[in-house]
């Protein structure tokens, strides 16, 4: 038997669709991705600071780096939300039976949101390891720009050799995009060490940790192995919380002003027969829905994700323990505005994304739909 969705598409056409779509539509989008990114760990004040020349990107495969993770990852968490989805909303269905004797599988309202909190779950957790590779390769890209840009100057951006160790913190440019050794952590974290006391002797992490900072990683794999080396398995996991918490926010707020500015629109309608996509708006009224709820998912969420970034980055879990004792650092080192940070290409992201992946899913599956109903090799 033919496993379907609920839009009635068989579950092999939904896939495809899905995942053609959104690896197109993460694809085109990925450089928004790469600035929102680049602008949330950033430390400008530190930058203008000791006149540090900017580390933007300087070519398309730079705006690109990281962009395999997160193809890969949308992918995948694309798969899982279908799958997840389709399982879960036969799952919470319940037999019914009709006027005439017939018997029924039937999902009621509620039972939906609860199904789409429980695809939305897993498909989160799908994408957590990818999520952190992407920002390791786009802060390896960082970094590389900031030591060629620096280098004629000789500014160490680093942080120096490990053997050598000097106290950097606050007297040089310390870059975030670096590893921070033992020393330079202590330093970081207000310890003991001076300007006047001898550097702790290097561990083997911290060797390769500068061996790292010397030579940033370039490529997915590459990455990989460097997150496996230095952090073990638990570097692909990082901000599992933060993330799940994120993806909740962001489907909570955009249902919830969508719904709340419909009904500004329309009092009178009646969402029960209507649904929640059936109403009879105009193209101008369905683009201000979805400008209002996408700015709303922004201003909410938007330190969420900063949080998020800065708990996934190459020094997030050696500085701060939890969420929130990084948004507190965070807040006190760079102020209110830092939470904001990345927030306009994000914004235009979400804008353009949705969209984009509704439209491209529409046109893959009429041409799944045509190239399913022909035959090879007939007569």
């Known amino acids: 038997m033919t496993t379907t969705t609920p839009n009635g598409d068989t579950l092999a056409t939904a896939l495809m669709s899905g995942c053609v779509s959104t690896a197109v539509a993460s694809t085109l989008t990925y450089p928004l991705d790469c600035i929102k990114t680049q602008q949330q760990l950033n430390n400008e004040v530190t930058m203008k600071k000791f006149n540090v020349p900017g580390n933007f990107p300087s070519s398309i495969a730079q705006v690109y780096k990281g962009c395999s993770a997160l193809v890969l990852g949308s992918v995948v968490k694309s798969c899982a939300r279908l799958v997840s989805y389709n399982w879960s909303t036969k799952f919470m269905a319940t037999d019914s039976v009709d006027g005439h004797g017939n018997h029924h ?60 160790q000097k106290f950097v913190y ?49 490529t997915f794999f590459g990455t990989v192995k460097e997150i496996y080396q230095l952090k073990g398995l638990t570097g692909f996991t990082a901000g599992s919380f933060i993330t799940i918490v994120r993806q909740v926010a962001v489907s909570t707020v955009w249902l919830s002003s969508y719904n709340a500015t419909r009904q500004l629109i329309d009092p009178h309608s009646n969402s029960a027969s209507q649904g929640w996509f059936g109403h009879n708006h105009t193209f101008v009224q369905s683009l201000g829905l979805h400008l209002l709820s996408s700015a709303a998912v922004i201003t909410v969420t938007q330190p969420i994700d900063v949080i998020k970034s800065h708990v996934q980055s190459k020094n997030g879990k050696t500085l701060s323990k939890d969420s929130l004792s990084t948004a507190y650092r965070l807040f006190m080192e760079q102020g209110p505005r830092a939470m904001f940070r990345g927030a306009l290409p994000r914004g235009l992201k979400v804008v353009v994304s949705g969209g984009l992946t509704g439209s491209i899913y529409e046109y893959v599956n009429k041409i799944v739909h045509i190239a399913g109903s022909q035959t090879v090799f007939g007569n």
């Open 170 to 218: 606050g007297k040089s440019y310390l870059s975030p995009h670096a590893y921070y050794t033992c020393d330079i952590v202590a330093q970081v974290k207000g310890g003991t060490q001076s300007r006047f006391t001898s550097p702790r002797h290097p561990t083997p992490k911290d060797i390769l940790k500068t061996s790292f900072n010397n030579h940033p990683s370039s």
């Open 105 to 164: 599988r039937k999902t009621t309202a509620p039972r939906i949101v609860i199904a789409g909190a429980m695809s939305g779950t897993l498909e989160s957790l799908w994408i957590i390891p990818f999520e952190n590779i992407k920002i390791a390769m786009i802060q390896n890209m960082l970094l590389t720009n900031e030591i060629s840009r620096t280098a004629k100057s000789g500014m160490n951006v680093t942080g120096g050799h490990p053997h050598r």
